[in-house]
């Protein structure tokens, strides 16, 4: 089973940027990021997928969110601009994309948006 650690984290303030890292035990060709705010549901905001690496994106972060493969190693980005508030969240990365159900996840890191 693969395992993955994210790290990245952090206090970033409204209109700021943060990059989160997905590291991968092996090769896996989906990845997917989640996000679970306190007393909310667990929702996916991006997926790579395919050796091809396409990109697929929540609304919510659509235009803000970039999530890319590293060229030269099992790591996956996801690079926040332009930050909110409503960002703030335990992000996590798995190697599903948008389904809870199934899949290896790693642990989570906090994002947290705030002045």
């Known amino acids: 089973q693969v395992q993955l650690v994210e790290s990245g984290g952090g206090l970033a303030q409204p209109g700021g940027s943060l990059t989160l890292s997905c590291a991968a035990s092996a090769l896996t060709y989906v990845i997917g990021w989640f996000r679970q705010a306190p007393g909310k549901e667990r929702e996916g905001v991006a997926c790579?997928?395919?050796?091809?690496?396409?990109?697929y994106y929540a609304d919510s972060v659509k235009g803000r969110f970039t999530v890319a493969r590293a060229h030269d190693s099992d790591t996956v980005y996801l690079q926040m601009n332009s930050l909110k508030s409503d960002d703030t969240a335990v992000y996590y990365c798995a190697t599903v994309c948008w389904t809870t159900e199934g899949g290896s996840w790693g642990q989570g890191t906090q994002v947290t948006v705030s002045s």
């Open positions: 790579i997928s395919g050796a091809e690496g396409s990109t």
